[in-house]
Every structure is written in C-alpha cells, then in structure tokens.
C-alpha cells in the first residue's frame, strides 16, 4: 500500500469583501500549512459567477484575494498563488466530473438550496455545478488535504464521492496504465487514480459567527457591516464592532462545558483562540470569571495586533497591480504545467485519443 504524495489546495472567491471568517477559518490555516507542505492556493475568479454573472469590479477583487493571501504570509515562490481562470484545465475535468456525479447528490447540496433560494429555477447551471468545480480544483492536482471552513465539509464530502465513483468505474482501464495508487477506504482496498481529499477545518473558529447573532454565520452577504469585522477594516471599525458585538450578560466560565447555549460568547472565545493560536480552554482558563467589559478590550488589542499588519501590507501591495498580476501569472504557469500532466493521464485512463 502506497500513498498520494500529500498536497494542500484550497480556494477563496473573489467577491465582496474579506472578513474574520474567512481568514480564521482558511487563510491563517493556509499560512501555517505551508511550513512544512507544498500547498496551491486559488483565487477561484470562475466560481464568482455562478451566483452573479456580471461584476464591474472583478479584476480588483481577485488582486484583493491575492494581496491578502500574500500579506497573510503566503510565499508565492514556494507555493502556488494563482486566479483559476488561467488554468482550463479546471472547467475541463470539471467537465467530466459532471458527467461523473450524480443529479441525486447535487440536489443534496445545502448551500445550493441556500443561495438559489426559493425561485429555484432562476439559478445558473453554473450554481448547481459549482461542487463539480470545485472537486476538479483540488483533483486537477491530485491534491490530499483542503483548508477550508466548516460550510465547506459537504462539498468536500462530494469531492471525496466524485473521486470514488470516477476509481470505480474506470478501475479496469487505471490499472493497465500504472498511473494508480492502491489505497484504503475505510477497509476497502481501491485502486485509485484519484486520491481521497482529507478536509482540514479543526481549529477553535471552523465557523466564525456573526457579531450581531451568535447563530449565524459570519458572513459577506449580511447587510449588516456590523456583524462582521472585514481584513480591510481599520483599528476604529475593529473596535467599534467588539465593543457592539451582541453578549449575554454572564461572566465567562471558565471550562469550554460552560460554553454550551451561549453562542455568542462560545463565538468571541472562538475568535480570541484561533487569533492567539490557543484552544478555547487556554483562553478560558484566562478569562473564567471575568466579564465581558475586561473580556473584550483584550479581544480588540489582540485582534488589531493581528490584523492591522495585514490591513495596511495589503494597502500596500493594493498600490501596485503590476506586481500582483506578476505573480499570477507566475503561478498560474506552474500550475497549469501540473494540471496539463494530470489531465493527459485523465485523457488516457478515459481513452480518448490525443
Ligand atoms: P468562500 O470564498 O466562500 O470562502 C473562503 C473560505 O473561507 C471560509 N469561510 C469561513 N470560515 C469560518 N467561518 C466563516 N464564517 C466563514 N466564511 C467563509 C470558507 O469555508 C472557505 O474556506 N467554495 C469555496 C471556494 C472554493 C474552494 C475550492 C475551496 C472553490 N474551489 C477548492 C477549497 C477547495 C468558497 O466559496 O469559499
């Protein structure tokens, strides 16, 4: 028994503005990982149109996704930094994916159901497919492991079933190829082309909530701009949006158990956590007992500590667009490379001539 070779992918979209949730529930995990991994990361520019086709800033949005990636920390020379519409090869063996997944699990698709709403029939194809899309993203490198946040779990679980079926069924015709890895699937033994993707969404913050609601998700969607602290926001906005972040009126406990029923509170903890690299434990075993009025200027301190260096290099990089193209370009010639290599073993494994 082999192993696929480990590689991290994971993608952002270019829309709208970035905020604490996608940065503690991906980007900060991107960084870390690139310590000791090869890691590809995306701005995944073709997947901003399946819910909106026309946007009049798009180019600016994806060097915006570029800029935070890089100020996060993100090396471009030993990774892969790249906006996916230079590489075909996605929507090619997205293509096929389509033809491998099935109608009866895309209809399962929570987030689907939520974006398209209840005029169903007025979403894009391209909405429906979007998991296909993004299946052949992180395949397309054969990539094993996918920071991402928790809202991402059931696309990744439909990746993992598109990789199945397509092991499956063109089991007889990898073989003969030697291009195949023998693996386990629980206690299955597959011969796979296609390796399982193993999600990465541990961590205190897998769901960062809105500051207004405990029990939704932070989100750039919500009209309200105080529910969610965005990377471009400056010291001011940060601080005004702790000191109004919805509470209960306890103090905090001081085990993770007293965490149960008090969203908001469990989301600040959260928050405090992943921004300080601790566990919610660690952070309570600080602040059990104290209030939220010492509680939360602790928690703005840490979060402009964090997040104004990245605020103001992403201003910076924002002033030259030359030199985030550069390195798009850059990465997307690397990518493309790999890509290319996986999709004429595709073709072969599927047979069609080249
Ligand atoms: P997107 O662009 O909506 O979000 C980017 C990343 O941020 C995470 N995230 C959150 N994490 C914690 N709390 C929140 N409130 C929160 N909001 C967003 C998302 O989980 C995501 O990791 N479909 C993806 C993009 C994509 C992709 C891929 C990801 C396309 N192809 C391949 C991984 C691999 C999306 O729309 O993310």
């Not at 296909?132 to 992180?138: H, N, Q, R, V």
């Not at 075993?285 to 964090?306: H, N, T």
């Amino acid at each position: 028994m082999t192993e696929f070779k480990p590689l991290v992918f994971s993608g952002v979209q270019p829309t709208g503005n970035l905020h604490l949730g996608n940065y503690l529930g991906a980007i900060r995990k991107f960084v870390a990982l690139q310590e000791n991994n090869d890691c590809i990361y995306c701005v995944v520019d073709l997947h901003a149109l399946t819910a909106q086709l026309v946007h009049e800033d798009m180019a600016t949005q994806i060097r915006s996704i570029t800029a935070a990636f890089l100020a996060a920390g993100i090396d471009p020379k030993k990774h892969i930094v790249f906006n996916q519409s230079q590489v075909p090869q996605h929507s090619e063996l997205a293509w096929i994916f389509n033809c491998v997944a099935r109608i009866g699990w895309m209809n399962r698709m929570t987030q689907f159901k939520d974006k398209a709403g209840k005029d169903r029939e007025q979403a894009s194809l391209g909405l429906y497919a979007y998991p296909s899309l993004m299946a052949a993203d992180i395949l397309v490198y054969r990539a094993t492991h996918v920071p991402v946040g928790e809202d991402q779990k059931q696309h990744l679980e439909l990746a993992r079933d598109i990789a199945m079926k397509f092991n499956m069924d063109f089991a007889e015709k990898i073989r003969p190829t030697g291009l195949g890895i023998d693996i386990k699937v629980g206690d299955e033994p597959v011969h796979a082309y296609f390796p399982m993707v193993e999600p990465l969404i541990d961590g205190p913050a897998p769901r960062v909530m809105s500051l207004k609601d405990g029990t939704k998700k932070m989100s750039k969607s919500d009209p309200s701009d105080l529910s969610r602290i965005n990377l471009m926001d400056d010291q001011d906005a940060i601080s005004k949006k702790i000191r109004k972040a919805k509470t209960d009126p306890d103090a905090l406990p001081s085990e993770t158990d007293g965490l149960k029923g008090r969203p908001e509170a469990d989301n600040l903890v959260g928050i405090f956590a992943a921004l300080a690299d601790k566990s919610k434990a660690e952070v309570l075993s600080e602040f059990g007992g104290q209030q939220f009025s010492v509680f939360k200027p602790a928690l703005i301190d840490l979060a402009v500590e964090v997040l104004a260096p990245i605020n103001a290099e992403m201003r910076r990089l924002m002033e030259d667009p030359g030199h985030i193209d550069a390195v798009l370009r850059d990465g997307g010639e690397r990518a493309r490379a790999r890509a290319e290599k996986t999709m004429n073993e595709v073709r072969d494994i599927i047979g069609f001539v080249r």
